[in-house]
Antibody, heavy 123, light 106 residues
């Protein structure tokens, strides 16, 4: 069955970077994309960006454009999200979620979600 | 930036119908998805493309659209439906979530 398995929790200092992985199981990796969504403690969902498993095209939210990089390793069915210049308000659970893609974009619903990765930013 | 507006909370008695609205500019021209999130869990897709229900989601969950408002309706609510619900749409290849609605079963 479809599963998205995320890497474990991280504790980082302000100014550092974090790289979260999301490994896909149970479907053809290149037929879908992966979105990244985060949730700060007690807050709502915030979309960060998507990456196509087909061609590596990406789109990120304007808020994160300067700090986030999303990449894929199709040989490992894995997507990575790196967030740089971490601040305390980046403390959140980071989810990956599968989404449908065309050849140019991935703008459809999120049908499977990972369990989330808690990233804590603290000095 | 594009915004989706949801009420912070909705309360309903068991067995009654809960309606959760989500409004936004030109929302009727966009597909909307709804996600249920229980405490400590990942979100779950309950409605996509405004009205479609994924496999495994109970029939009591339904979606509708009218003008600039879409509505998630839960008929015959059960205690297990108590959760946060988020609407989501796309604007210029960017996903936007509503602020979320906490559904309380009294």
């Amino acid at each position: 069955q479809v599963q998205l398995v995320q890497s474990g929790g991280e504790v980082k200092k302000p100014g550092a970077s974090v790289k979260v992985s999301c490994k896909a199981f149970g479907y053809t990796f290149t037929s879908y994309g992966v979105n990244w969504v985060r949730q700060a403690p007690g807050q709502g969902l915030e979309w960060m960006g998507w990456i196509s498993g087909y061609n590596g095209n990406t789109k990120s939210a304007q808020k994160f454009q300067d700090r986030v990089t999303m990449t894929t390793d199709t040989s490992a069915n894995t997507v990575y999200m790196e967030l740089r210049s971490l601040r305390s308000d980046d403390t959140a659970v980071y989810y990956c979620a599968r989404g449908f893609c065309t050849t140019t974009s991935c703008i459809d619903y999120f049908d499977y979600w990972g369990l989330g990765t808690l990233v804590t930013v603290s000095s | 930036s594009y915004d989706l507006t949801q009420p912070p909370s909705v309360s309903v008695s068991p067995g009654q119908t809960a309606s959760i609205p989500c409004s936004g500019d030109e929302l009727g021209e966009r597909y909307v998805s709804w996600y249920q999130q229980k405490p400590g869990q990942s979100p779950v897709l309950v409605i996509y493309h405004d009205t479609k229900r994924p496999s495994g989601i109970p029939e009591r969950f339904s979606g509708s659209s009218s003008g600039n408002t879409v509505t998630l309706t839960i008929s015959g609510t059960q205690a297990m439906d108590e959760a946060d619900y988020y609407c989501q749409a796309w604007d210029s290849s960017t996903a936007v979530f509503g602020g979320g609605t906490k559904l309380t079963i009294l």
